[in-house]
């Protein structure tokens, strides 16, 4: 079923795990997608495998923390095509979990730079675009500020998840009466390339404190989730079928944040 078709959408981080599980499934379904990644390797491979299934997309090299960088990024793919209507705003990093006093300024701004102002930037760009016929914003919060407190050594990470939210909430009613939904997806643990951009120093490890819960699993299917599965969700938030859902946030982690939340 097509339901996208006509419709176009950007993806950031589009060029590995969650990002690319929606790319490829929101391209299944008839978008048309830009696919943005500051790794122009990876958004290069999405792009292609996009292609090869018969679908449409760009790929977009950019680095979502620079406003110049998201901006020229939209811009093509919104002149490409003469429209933008979705926005998946995901690119994030885990960063360095280390305990307060061991966390650097350095550390904290990569971290918000990317995850929350690279989400601001890009739904502020997106926005003249959206307006001219209304759409739907997704953003990739987490359960990691959420409803999850006790991964010690996460703060700079769960208070840009957090704040993501509180954005989504705004952005929510400040765009309504332009037919743009916001809403955000928190993923519980997704097998993806994240642990790529994680630092997580032996201070975190150390400051853990013990919970008693089974290792590894999640209560529903006692593995983490894919991206696939996560896919299925921004697939419903991005079409139509969604139509009166706004500024909200979905959990998606099997039950996983009730448990150690
Ligand atoms: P991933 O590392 O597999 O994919 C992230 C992609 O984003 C990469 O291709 C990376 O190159 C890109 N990226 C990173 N920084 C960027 C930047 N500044 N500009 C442009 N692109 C950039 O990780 P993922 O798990 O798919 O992460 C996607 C989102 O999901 C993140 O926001 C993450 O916080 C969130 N999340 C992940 C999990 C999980 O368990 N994997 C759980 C909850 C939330």
Known sequence: MAELEGKVAIVTGGG??????????????GAKVGVVDRDSERAKRVREEIERAGGEALDLEADVASADSVRSA?????????RLDIVFANAGINGTWTPIEHLTEEDWDRTMDINLKGTFLTLKHAIPHLKRQGGSVII??????NRIFSNIGASAYSTSKAGQVALMQMA????????IRVNAICPGAIRTNIGENTNKTPEAEAAQIPVEYPEGSNPLAHRPGTPEQVAELVLFLASPRSSLITGTKAYIDGAESLLIG
Request: charged share 20%; net charge positive.
């Open 74 to 82: 939209i811009e093509r793919a919104a002149s490409r095509w003469g």
């Open 172 to 179: 929510a009613l400040e765009l309504a009466e332009h037919r």
């Open 16 to 29: 590995s795990g969650i990002g690319k599980g929606a790319a490829l499934k929101m391209a299944a379904h």
């Open 140 to 145: 990739t919060s987490s359960v990691n500020g």
